[in-house]
């Protein structure tokens, strides 16, 4: 395998720049650079020196093949993180025999590929380095130490129980098999497609940490949604006016929001109208809404209509409520402020309420091998149920299962995909 290198700190100037090599040349790449090297996992300051000149004094840390992220040697070259200084170094290791720069997520992948992550630890991985809010990056932590594949081993060895108990059936089908394995194998079918359902409920949510909660705003022509958006982002995110039907198309603002990320979505007031543009922007309203994780209806008095059915945890706010006196319930001003906070605490208190669910399926990817050991699952305790005269389809749905757990980890099934995944990492991870 090539030995590879790259700048694993950002780009631009900075106090220290961090350069990467991994691979069987890695040391040897060391000691062109600087004479010798450290003990491995000690840190050792180093002239780093290439046709006699003298690159950098750089901090020198070197990693054996069993200890190191990759699996491979690797050297970690801390230089001063000068633009120039950096630009040396990794001229003089691209000038080596047998390095190459490496390509994006490649340190990562060889981890994979030697055993070190699974496929969920490096979505995980992925995930925290994308993460940007307390949620998201609790969440990524938890699935980069190896959460979802913990999960999958326990579910795969009550899998491969179900499947030993079955096929022993198989194999003594001419004899007197001494116990009746159905009453076992049943409850271990349903135990387990009960935690996979849970873990797909959960993981729902989870998503949606990593993804965003989507809070769409909704209610009657100049009502004050855009001037409720405005306020709650802090900017001028939307047109305002005192004309009717100002907003046609849904406007986005991202917020964090007590460490959720959340999207605000502003959407065009509903009523009937003759003009072809705004009911397109209604339609549009209508459907971003009703796919919204939560919905706000502002109101203008107690009492009115909503122009789509309340589903649980939405909230109902009374707009301008500097101009309607004492109310009770969640009441906002966009103009003054009046209840923003109330109402943010309102917003963060039913999306954290949705988290105590703990899943760590963030991937639709995850939830559909999960879906599918369900289905696998779910025919297999048909057939035990036959009282295991067709004992051999149970143990081929079983092993759809466990093949299912195996597509979850990425130790089956994965190949067309993983491009598509270490694509999404930066050079030098």
Do not use: Y
């Amino acid at each position: 395998m090539d030995t590879i290198f790259a700048l694993a700190s950002a780009k631009g100037k900075a106090g220290v720049a961090l350069v990467r090599v991994s691979g069987p040349g890695a040391f040897v790449a060391a000691r062109d650079l600087c004479g010798d090297v450290p003990e491995p996992r000690r840190a050792g300051l180093r002239v780093l020196r290439a046709q006699g000149m003298i690159l950098d004094q750089a901090l020198v840390l070197v990693f054996g093949g069993g200890q190191s992220f990759t699996g491979e040697d690797v050297v970690e070259l801390h230089l001063h993180g000068s633009q120039a200084v950096v630009k040396a170094v990794l001229d003089a290791l691209s000038a080596m025999t047998g390095l190459r720069m490496a390509e994006p997520g490649e340190f990562t992948r060889r981890a994979l590929e030697n055993g070190k992550l699974d496929l969920t630890q490096v979505e995980g991985l992925s995930d925290l380095i994308d993460a940007e809010t307390e949620a998201q990056r609790r969440q990524a932590q938890r699935v980069l130490s190896g959460a979802i594949g913990a999960r999958a081993a326990g579910w795969r060895k009550i899998l491969v129980r179900v499947a030993a108990l079955i096929e022993a059936t198989i194999d003594f089908a001419d004899e007197d098999v001494p116990v009746d394995v159905s009453p076992e194998v049943l409850g271990l079918i349903d135990d387990l497609i009960g935690q996979l359902s849970r873990e797909v409920a959960a993981g729902r949510v989870a998503e949606r940490v990593r993804a965003g909660f989507e809070v769409a705003i909704i209610g009657q022509p100049n009502v004050g949604k855009s001037t409720l958006l405005n306020k709650l982002a802090g900017r001028d995110a939307a047109i305002t006016s005192e004309f009717a039907g100002t907003t046609r198309d849904v406007i986005e603002v991202r917020m964090d929001l007590d460490g959720l990320p959340v999207t605000l979505l502003d959407t065009a007031g509903i009523r009937e109208t003759a003009d072809p543009v705004e009911q397109k922007g209604i339609d549009l309203a209508l459907r971003r809404s009703e796919a919204a994780d939560l919905r706000l209806f502002l109101i203008a008095s107690i009492g009115e209509g909503l122009p789509i059915a309340l589903q649980s945890g939405d909230l109902v706010v009374l707009a301008k409520s500097d101009q309607q006196g004492l109310v009770e319930g969640l009441a906002v001003s966009g103009q003054t402020g009046l209840g923003i906070d109330r109402l943010l605490a309102a917003i963060s208190g039913e999306l954290a309420g949705r988290l105590a669910l703990d899943g760590v399926a963030t991937r639709h990817r995850h939830l559909v091998a999960m879906r599918g050991a369900i289905e696998a699952l779910e025919r297999a305790r048909i057939e035990v149920s036959s009282g295991l005269v067709l004992a051999e389809l149970a143990a081929a749905e079983v092993r759809r299962a466990i093949s299912a757990m195996d597509i979850l980890v990425g130790k089956l099934g994965v190949e067309d995909f993983l491009g598509e995944i270490f694509a999404s990492f930066c050079i030098g991870k």
